[in-house]
């Protein structure tokens, strides 16, 4: 995996949400079979919430869905609803991007791995997702 970011953007189906988020070219997705991301068939990449930016007048077409702990907060869009991004509970720190709503030209490579939304501890522990929403001191550089 390259760790060097580039700028990616993306949004919903309608165009009403737009966002630009910077991660690097190949990225690790995550197919969750919890019961939200099973039924609209998920996949995301997890970003530090500072790498992720609305653009223009994104927020007012955006509203939000919790449920169980209400950690996660999932956005979608209040025309098209399309979940383009999320704060998922795993990393409430950073945003979880959806893989099909980014525009395509800026991922070279992706690489899926599942993550057993079912049995949400187990797996929380053993994936090592956590650190996907953290910078390091390379990131910085």
Not at 74 to 84: D, E, R
Not at 118 to 135: D, F, L, P, R, V
Request: net charge negative; charged share 20%; hydrophobic share 30%.
């Amino acid at each position: 995996m390259d760790s060097e970011l580039v700028l990616h953007t993306g949004g919903c189906h309608c165009k009403r949400v737009r966002w630009q988020v910077y991660a690097p070219s190949s990225i690790v997705a995550w197919d969750c079979n919890c019961s939200d991301c099973s039924m609209r068939r998920n996949t995301h990449f997890i970003v530090p919430s500072e790498r992720f930016e609305l653009l223009g007048d994104s927020k007012e077409f955006i509203t939000t869905y919790t449920f169980g702990t209400h950690t996660a907060k999932h956005t979608f869009c209040k025309v098209c609803g399309i979940t383009s991004f999320y704060i998922p509970r795993s990393n409430p720190d950073g945003i979880a991007v959806t893989l099909r709503c980014v525009d395509p030209g800026t991922l070279t490579h992706v690489e899926i791995k599942c993550f057993d939304g079912q049995n949400w501890e187990g797996s929380y522990e053993q994936t090592g997702i956590a650190s996907c929403s953290k910078t390091t001191d390379e990131d910085s550089k």
